[in-house]
């Protein structure tokens, strides 16, 4: 039995493909704002990229092998939204740094 490749897809479910490739773009455009820490937006990146391949698992794939990758990616990209949600909820709540105050105004003699 031979695997299923991005070119086999593209040939009998164009719009399979189109997703495909458009969840592979979102999570790889996911994980170059996570490593240049932009955190809000590879949350929202892999967020989508989720979404994405969600609905290819759903309605696209065909084959046990296809599922179970897929549900290993959204696995994975899911731990690390909830991961980065975390990060961001608790660099929100941190209280501000208070700023040193002059004291060239207050010496006035």
Known sequence: MRKLL??????????GYQQQLA????????????KAENYEEALRLYQQAVQYFLHILKYEAQGDKAK?????????HLDRAEKLMEYLKKKDKAPAKPVKESQSSDKRE
């Open 6 to 15: 991005l070119s086999d897809l593209k040939k009998k479910n164009p719009y």
């Open 68 to 76: 179970q990758s897929i549900r290993g990616k959204c696995a994975e």
């Open 23 to 34: 969840a592979i773009d979102l999570a790889s455009k996911a994980a170059q704002e996570d």
